[in-house]
């Protein structure tokens, strides 16, 4: 599969759903001719909307970031964030008690809006696990592994209750050269352990291509096939869209390097309707 | 957890989605006072909604087997199996070509209605696989196992193309004592041998929750909070409500019953909202 | 990794085990070569045996395969099977009853000579389940596929009982371009669907190896460091011996085509000693 | 399955092995009355030998735990540990270079009389991984789980190496309500992460049954049948040795609790020969 021009093919498309991390940033900040982009996009009259794994911050917190690097149209009506569905889920269907977590405090604040009282694993004290009504997974980040991840198989023994992964991915990129696990890895290890089935969120899923596409419905009625997806990761962002129905392309800016590309498609059975260097192509 | 009566807890919503098999009816026949449960929903104006996990035959020849058995109210619209979601992606993803399928003949019919070729893998020349755009698993029955398996590993070897699971249950209850293995089993064997990843249609799955609760605002808008999953499997009915957001009910007339209940919503974590005896309860 | 001359390497060493399928023999018959080879490790006094996942039919039955081709070295006493492994265990396990089988009859003869009465899954009747002591998977042929895998899990819904599954292999080749399904993939579809732990024989198993490993003795001490094992398959033959603490030879004429080997060995991290061509290089 | 005394079984057969953890010992110390039951087996003249998974120390320093606790007999010649086998395995296979491993100093040191050079992840300059020849997971202490762990998943992207886990265990107890996450667990996530075969060592595997079964002939030839394996844990003691074809008793006395015991066996299909309340009943 020969790799195609972005704006040649976004240009036969009504709207376009992005992945960001490896598609419109990466560890070194916007990729290179992104503003150009959805000038691009502005231009033609294509509409977008932003569709990330993440839940370590709020979509006002990710706006916020796209403003300062000047990209202003991303604003946080356009993104969504597995974790605003984790939250969603908490909303309706824990709606009163004590929401423990595992991540920093900055995420759990973006819980607490909700009225939902939140702890921290590492703060809680096993013998107030009856007062715990659900377990929310939200970063890698802001909390002792060993400690913590101890202390978390201990309380799913104690007290059955729902545990929400609110971000599928397993690991993330930090530099050109390394990765990180991310908070879906450490909830496939937890779950492994407990043998119970979590609430996972985040593209593959369903969930998130639908709160995109019934947003996007809001300025005027699109189809599936007018609607492309853009990601740099088979598994998620193209499989995801692949199965939601729409259009797909992988870019080469992020998790999946030109010369593997052939290779994990082959592989894995996941292909996408084309292949672009990157969006700014 | 106590069972409670069906009719005390359905008249707190405003829609109720069911599944099918173990809850509407089984190998018998319709399951006894459903008549008059759905007499009940008509009475306190409760919308209803049938969630299926079948691919074996369409929502016409579904809706027909309960006007037959009494319950004309359950038409063909109010009806959305895993079988009508995998017609949409071969419609939208694949739409032209061949389809190849393992299944009966009437169940490749119903594909066939959008206009793709089919042709069940029994009927395949291997040295015609360029021409095949895609595979999909419908019904357990209608081919020899032991062939026509193993043809379909040696297409998949020979041709990348995606595979659609038009029905994602293991296994299925034939009678009191046994059950017998679905497409949804054998579709795990063939993604195992061929190391792809098939594209599953059914519950757990939001999908098909999106489509029944897309279809339901149409006689008026109607909230999450509003609606009750009701099902007799908690991997799919269970879990898929839970993960959607709505409440759920698990009933003990299929496939969970009620010395087992207990121990499999400790072990599995995944955990109803309510336990009825039956929907005519 | 450059492949090597099989026999260069060979003479390092004081034994050598060798996988059957894809190393001495395949479809069209003996390796070309394999005589001459047999021929140079008599000249150097380099011992040999034959480690093989097949429970289709026993020792001597695939001794003869090899008188007849010209290679009368190979004696019984030479090979090992999985199938052998499984009826020791039968033996001593189970050791009275009667033992269920999927597989042709020629295979369930061979379990029989030990005085445990076998039936075919074919020809039990469900209602005598509880004079079943043990269930055991031979061979892919031999039975009706989808009546017979049904009658399992029913069978083993009914009786808890051990299941051994007398080879691992998943795949078998049947000739240049196809594959078939092999009973180890077969067991692993009834495994998942019934939730159970099978007893599996074979390599990578460690059994096999200690099997080889203490047969060797009788003609003389042999170390872990003289032994080298020879095969076609990564997860199987080298990973298996890698774990056994001996080295390992990959070689091209069976299941691990020149062009896929360095990239499986990276993808899989299974690492052998040595690539050859074949085993007459 | 109505437990049995075990003295009266043990004195059935000419060989014990025990499982040390939860069977021996637990986390108050020995278990009452196994001093008397090593005088027993002693005045019956039968043999015995310790299995256990564990790989934080060397034999030596398990036995001297024995000799404190007052149980002289069990000496470091009667203890076979998964750390053992993972450090024959180094020796064996690997033999040169730097050994990097997860795991406190003390476990190092027990790999490095072997005379290869150990560095723990903590100490390791990812620019040097070419000089790591392979990679050790020892035990879930002595370590930074969040940086070496990341630092880990990125050497083995970096460097394709062979990486043993030196105990299967997934969790481990410390003290009556608790348990920890073991160092199998951990290399789960792992392997997982980076999609390698990683090398396992401990129960169930067959290969630390050889270990004794080999030593335990030094003293007079012994039959599989003479022996019984004594354990905890279902899917390793019990079902390690069911495998290996020696008979099995399942104790009371550690992880799997009497009330647990016939629905775990029950649903595992893992069947001991007999269940006792304690090795000293």
Redesign the interface.
């Known amino acids: 599969m020969q790799p195609v021009s972005f704006r040649s093919i976004a240009s036969r498309y009504k709207a376009i759903f992005f992945d960001a991390y490896g598609v419109l940033k990466n560890y070194k900040g916007l990729v290179p001719g992104v503003k150009e982009t959805f000038a691009f996009l502005r231009e033609n009259d294509i509409r977008f909307y932003i569709l990330t794994n993440d839940a370590s911050r709020s979509p006002e917190a990710l706006a916020e970031y796209y403003f300062r690097a000047g990209l202003p149209e991303i604003t946080a009506d356009k993104i969504v964030s597995s974790g605003m569905l984790a939250l ?2 908490l909303r ?2 824990v709606n009163h008690g004590t929401v423990a977590y595992l991540g920093p405090k900055r995420s759990a604040h973006y819980v607490e809006t909700e009225g939902l009282k939140t702890i921290p694993i590492g703060d809680l004290n096993l013998e107030h696990a009856a007062s715990v009504n659900a377990l929310v997974l939200l970063d ?1 980040e802001g909390f ?3 400690r913590d ?2 202390k978390t ?2 309380l ?2 104690l007290r ?4 929400i992964v609110a971000n599928t991915d ?2 993330y990129p930090v530099n050109r ?5 991310a908070i879906g ?2 909830g ?2 937890l779950e ?8 996972r969120f985040g593209k593959p ?3 998130i291509f ?1 709160f995109a596409y019934d947003h996007i419905q809001q300025d005027g009625p699109m189809k ?2 007018d609607i492309l997806m853009v990601g740099d990761t088979l ?1 998620t962002d193209i ?1 995801g869209g ?4 729409v259009d797909t392309a992988l870019v080469l800016t992020g998790n999946t390097r030109r010369e593997k590309a052939e ?1 994990w ?7 996408p309707n084309y292949i672009c260097e990157s969006v700014a192509d």
Chains 1, 2, 3, 4 share one sequence.
């Open positions: 969603d889920f309706s269907k890698d002792d592994w060993e991840l101890n198989i201990n799913l023994r059955n209750m729902p545990v397993t690991t050269d390394s990765v990180a696990i890895g450490i496939e290890l492994r352990i407990v043998r119970k089935t979590f609430i899923d369903a969930q639908h599936k096939e598994e499989w692949n199965k939601f129905g290779i498609i082959e592989a894995s059975g996941i292909i």
